[in-house]
Structures are given as C-alpha cells and as structure tokens.
C-alpha cells in the first residue's frame, strides 16, 4: 500500500505543486518577506524529504555504524550531519559536507543539531 501510495502521491505533485507554487505567487502578492518565510518552508520541507529519499545512501557514505541514522522525517540532513559531528561519528564524505555547509552558513550543521529530540 506504500508503494501505490507513493506513486499517487508523486503524480498529484506533479500537477499540483507548480499550481500551488503559481497560486501562492499571486496570493502573496510579491512583497519579500512573505516570498522569504515561504521559500524557506518550502526548503526545509525539501531537506527533511531528502533525509528520508537519501537516508540509506546517507547512512552508509557519511556517517559511522553506530552513529545517529538519517531517515527521520522531522530530521533535516545539516541537523543529523551536526549531531554526528558532535558525537565524532562522521565519514570523511559526512565531514566535507558539514564543512561546505558550514561555510555556507557559519556553524549551520551545528546549529541545526540543537533540534534533534532524542
């Protein structure tokens, strides 16, 4: 069932998400900040989507066995990067990127661990 489920769910963001997006546009009427917190909901919801689509991938290049697992859907990949950091548990792949993050946004990786609930 999670598969069909998937697949339907694919489909509709296909055609729905760019309707979304346009309508939104329009709504929002342009002004700045309103396209900002917008866009910023829209990425963060991409980073969790990709700590779940990735997490197998993640798991095995970035960090060591036994440390804290990608895939959960309330993570972001920069928080479970930075707890990992914390906890000397990243692969030299999950270590370069925790630095090109972090040079992106100073400490990103480690800011973004402080939301992590065990």
Excluded: C
């Amino acid at each position: 069932m999670g598969l069909l489920l998937l697949i339907i769910a694919r489909l509709l963001s296909w055609v729905l998400f760019p309707l979304g997006w346009a309508y939104s546009l329009i709504t929002l009427r342009l002004r700045w900040n309103r396209l900002n917190d917008y866009a910023l909901s829209i990425a963060l919801s991409l980073d969790q989507l990709g700590n779940v689509v990735l997490s197998n991938l993640m798991n095995d290049v970035l960090i060591q066995k036994g440390g804290y697992k990608f895939g959960n859907p309330d993570d972001t990949i920069s928080a479970v990067l930075g707890f990992n950091k914390k906890i000397g548990m990243l692969k030299k792949g999950g270590k370069l990127l925790s630095s090109l993050l972090n040079k992106l946004d100073a400490n990103h990786v480690e800011k973004a661990a402080e939301k992590i609930k065990l």
